[in-house]
């Protein structure tokens, strides 16, 4: 099930994540269990967590590789540390949608909510540098677990930064 489509006012909000480089298809493998590693971590340097886990893609280079955080938000900006990056997620106007559905269709929900926000006029956040788009924000947000919302579907959050 999706919500309808809709554009929302977020404030920044500072993370702590592992930047990888892969392609749509290793996403399932090699991110998620990035997420308890980013929780040791900022639990480690006594940082406080500030919300749910989240997937932000934020660069698509020719081949279908794309670059992407598995990051947790936290209450401060801690100083990054090896292969932990650290900062804010950029507050302003995102398309958003959530989906309650399996994490195998995440991938056409987020093609719905671009879908919409394009036929609304909207731009996404970010530029084209020769093949690459860089400096997006795309977000998935992940509220709830399978199991954790009646439908026993994950409960996902999909934000684009529009500009």
Do not use: C
Request: cysteine-free.
């Amino acid at each position: 099930m999706l919500t309808e489509p809709k554009i929302v006012e977020r404030a920044d909000q500072p993370y702590a994540a592992i930047l990888l480089t892969l392609t749509q298809p290793e996403i399932s493998e090699q991110a998620p269990p990035l997420i308890d590693d980013v929780i040791a971590w900022v639990k480690s340097k006594g940082g406080e967590l500030a919300g749910p886990p989240y997937f932000n893609y934020v660069s698509f280079f020719p081949g279908g590789r794309m670059e992407m955080q598995a990051g947790m938000p936290t209450t401060t900006v801690l100083p990054a540390d090896g292969r932990f990056t650290t900062g804010a997620i950029p507050g302003g106007k995102y398309a958003s949608i959530t989906a309650t559905v399996p994490y195998h269709e995440l991938h056409d929900a987020n093609m719905k909510l671009d879908e919409w926000a394009r036929a609304q006029g909207y731009e996404f956040a970010g530029k084209v540098e020769g093949d690459n788009f860089v400096g997006a924000t795309r977000l998935e947000i992940y509220h709830k677990d399978p199991g954790e919302d009646p439908s026993g579907h994950p409960v996902t959050e999909i934000a684009f930064r529009v500009k």
